[in-house]
């Protein structure tokens, strides 16, 4: 490959990932908005509406978040009335996170979310399926 420059845009893996994920954030913001949730947060409640009841620690494991990005989504969410935080009765250090009955309830309200997105991008399933599975390969080698 004589002509194969490393350093050209065109040639990098990064830059369609990068500007697919802005894109399709920004994709999400007309519906999400209605449910008064910014994109970081969404995810944030459906990893809570997956699995409640989890440390601060395991919720930024789930979300690829460290702490100091989390605490002030999480002051959002619950000032929002969607979670509370409390301290663990095991370890104090660790701050349990979960969803109150107005979190849950959003979760009725943000149901159609993901069949809107389908909508808006120009994939079919099996290939939305296959770019997901090459997604979570890559993410698992980090």
């Known amino acids: 490959m004589p002509d194969f420059d490393p350093l050209a845009l065109e040639n990098q893996l990064c830059f369609p990932l990068y500007a697919a994920s802005k894109e399709l954030t920004r994709r999400y913001k007309p519906f999400l908005d209605p449910l008064g949730l910014t ?19 395991e919720l930024g494991s789930r979300l690829y978040l460290d702490s100091a990005t ?6 959002r969410l619950e000032a929002h009335g969607y979670v509370d935080r409390k301290r663990s009765a095991e370890d104090e250090r660790e701050v349990i996170v979960s969803l109150t ?9 943000a149901v159609s979310v993901p069949y809107c997105m389908a909508g808006c991008i120009g994939i079919s ?11 979570e390969k890559l993410l698992s080698s980090f």
């Open 70 to 75: 989390l605490t002030p989504l999480l002051k």
């Open 39 to 57: 994109y970081t947060q969404y995810v944030t409640m459906m990893a809570l509406w997956g699995h409640d009841g989890v440390t601060v620690g």
């Open 125 to 135: 399933p099996e290939d939305a399926i296959q770019l997901k599975a090459l997604l």
């Open 101 to 109: 009955d107005k979190g849950r309830e959003l979760r009725e309200k």
